[in-house]
């Protein structure tokens, strides 16, 4: 069993930036990939980003070019940063981690980030 643990979550202005983590415990070897969902209320939870063992990542449309997804094996760690952030990216950040490339199978309680003015 993996154990994912977000934090960085809060209230930020439009254009403010945030930088989300996670880190990973438990059997943390068995993690090839790890990412970032996020469900806003009323929505389906969708994909942000995620990375590869080999820091090969992969964003979809609603954080290209805003959002960096990163990396620290040595840690078991994921980061999220977001810059230039609307009021439409409210919602719950979910971490995930998975034994298979684009595989989510563990998640972490997430962490909820507000931007409103």
């Known amino acids: 069993q993996v154990e994912l643990v977000e934090s960085g979550g809060g209230l930020v202005q439009p254009g403010g930036s945030l930088r989300l983590s996670c880190a990973a415990s438990g059997s943390a070897s068995r993690v090839v990939t790890m990412g970032w969902y996020r469900q806003a209320p009323g929505k389906q939870r969708e994909l942000v980003a995620r990375?590869?063992?080999?820091?090969?990542?992969t964003y979809a449309d609603v954080g290209k070019g805003r959002f960096t997804i990163s990396r620290d094996n040595a840690q078991n760690t994921v980061y999220l940063q977001m810059t230039s952030l609307k009021p439409e990216d409210t919602a719950v950040y979910y971490c995930?981690?998975?034994?298979?490339?684009?595989?989510?199978?563990?998640w972490g309680q997430g962490t909820q980030v507000t931007v409103t003015s």
């Open positions: 995930s981690a998975g034994p298979f490339s684009g595989l989510a199978l563990w």
């Open positions: 990375i590869t063992s080999g820091g090969i990542p």
